[in-house]
């Protein structure tokens, strides 16, 4: 694709990476025919390739309105159609960049800037996640349904603190912000099941959220500051040999490997956070690699063994990594129902499911039918965004697939 960049963003980080994105496109349009939005909506400017376009518009000078402000919105960043370009069009970074350039261009109306305020100062921190949810199940009895569906089942941090035996292999817990709070078992399970195959998994008290609530809120100045404190945080133990840092969320798995390109400009940081990515696995990744013993039929617990798994975004899109949970569970004994359109998102997309409740909910109704149509006895998936929002309207439980492998081991 050809571009003019104008003279604001032609000298600009932002608009030389920008620019590179574009000249990859050959504006083919195979990545619309994968784009939950566009199958929605019926729009181009709410596919990937409209949203290109609208890009480049503002970077070559055009005007930023609120129509570009509301496509790009509406993108779900789950990266389908990254999945799908021929060209390797890095679409996730140019809608970054294309939202942080209009939200500095273009006021907000209060009550978003409230909304997005709030999302981005009370879901990084656990203890303020924590006392929202508390409130919330206070409240439950005489709320809306609408609202407290959103609340998880509770679990109670306690009750799933974990200890392991120290091993010669060791890998680092990532607790991350709101799975730490609102699903506690499922680091709990993973410490269970990685000690079981002889590797450690040790905790990092001073670490925290990925950073991806500011980077995809547009704020990617407070975003880098959690990378910073999150290096820092792990850097001890890198240096002491841990091999890997082990994520149990795909939408942080994602944010983290992102770190050494984020701040490949930070001369104090770009070393470290280069090495953070190369680090930073997926747990499947990790448990791909062991021996994992197969569980006879009368190993897994009834209710367990028949499993639709909803393969996140971020994990088969963002990182690539499709078909890997999958190859373990069978392997492990466990029966995998069919899932159609199993490469769509199902809505929860970080904040999306607040900030764009109606599309949200149509993608969670499809993707909640393509999972139980085969009658399952469980759901499962990889990330804790979807974990909720399958949750809060399934008529089976949903859990994190990690559970499911601490049953039979």
Not at 95 to 108: A, F, H, K, P, T
Request: proline share 5%.
């Amino acid at each position: 694709m050809q571009t003019t960049i104008s003279e604001k963003y032609k000298q600009t980080a932002q608009g030389q990476e920008a620019e590179s994105i574009l000249r990859a496109c050959v504006h083919c349009g195979f990545c619309t025919a994968t784009c939950p939005t566009y199958q929605l909506l019926g729009d181009e400017l709410d596919g990937p390739r409209g949203r290109i376009y609208q890009i480049k518009q503002v970077l070559e000078g055009g005007e930023v309105t609120n129509t570009v402000r509301q496509h790009l919105d509406r993108c779900l960043t789950c990266r389908s159609c990254e999945t799908t370009c021929p060209s390797g069009v890095q679409y996730g970074r140019l809608v970054d960049i294309g939202r942080e350039i209009v939200e500095q261009q273009l006021e907000r109306p209060l009550k978003d800037k409230v909304m997005r305020a709030a999302l981005r100062h009370i879901l990084p921190y656990p203890q303020r996640t924590k006392v929202l949810m508390g409130a919330g199940y206070l409240v439950k009895n005489f709320t809306p349904a609408k609202l407290t569906k959103k609340l998880p089942p509770q679990q109670g941090t306690r009750k799933h603190r974990w200890e392991v035996k120290p091993q010669t292999r060791k890998v680092l817990a990532f607790d991350g912000c709101v799975q730490s709070i609102a699903t506690p078992s499922t680091n709990a399970a993973t410490a269970r099941v990685l000690e079981k195959l002889g590797v450690e998994l040790v905790k990092i008290e001073k670490a925290g959220c990925c950073g991806a609530v500011d980077q995809h809120l547009a704020a990617p100045e407070a975003a880098k500051d959690f990378m910073r404190r999150n290096i820092d945080a792990w850097w001890p133990q890198i240096e002491a040999g841990a091999e890997a840092i082990a994520v149990t969320a795909s939408g942080c798995g994602v944010m983290i490997k992102d770190y050494g390109h984020l701040l490949k400009n930070d001369p104090a940081y770009a070393e470290k956070a280069a090495r953070v990515s190369t680090l930073a696995k997926d747990i499947s990744e990790i448990l791909r690699d062991l021996a994992i013993p197969k569980a006879s039929a009368q190993q897994i617990p009834e209710g367990m063994k028949k499993v639709a798994f909803h393969s996140p975004c971020t994990l088969q899109h963002g990182q690539q990594l499709n078909g890997v949970v999958e190859s373990i569970l069978s392997k492990a004994g466990f029966t995998l129902t069919p899932v159609a359109d199993a490469h769509l998102c199902c809505g929860s997309a970080g904040t999306y499911s607040i900030l764009q409740p109606e599309l949200s909910q149509q993608l969670l109704s499809n993707k909640l039918d393509a999972l139980q149509t085969s009658e399952p006895d469980i759901i499962a998936t990889a990330n804790i965004g979807c974990q909720m929002h399958l949750g809060s309207e399934a008529n089976k439980k949903v859990i994190h697939w990690i559970e499911l492998l601490d049953t039979v081991l």
